[in-house]
């Protein structure tokens, strides 16, 4: 049973962290990757806008215009 508990504690803490909102995060401004820039891309052009690839984007920026652009395109975010 109280390895159960803590299984539900750490689900609970892993999700609280994912949760946190990308500028709390703190690599959050840290420069973009290049996976999320590529995804970026990806989307951006899936949305019918137009991709700026010299655009210099935090990573947390990044993330925020990624879930943006998801929901704009349907896509989900898991």
Known sequence: MRSESMATSNTDTQNNTTLQHPEQWKTG???ATTA???Y???LTREANEEWR???SLSKAE???RIEELQKKTGRSGS
Do not use: F, G, M, N
Request: no cysteine; proline share 13%.
């Open 53 to 55: 690839p010299d655009q």
């Open 62 to 64: 990044a993330a925020v």
């Open 29 to 31: 401004d840290q420069p």
């Open 40 to 42: 970026l891309e990806t």
């Open 36 to 38: 999320q820039l590529s």
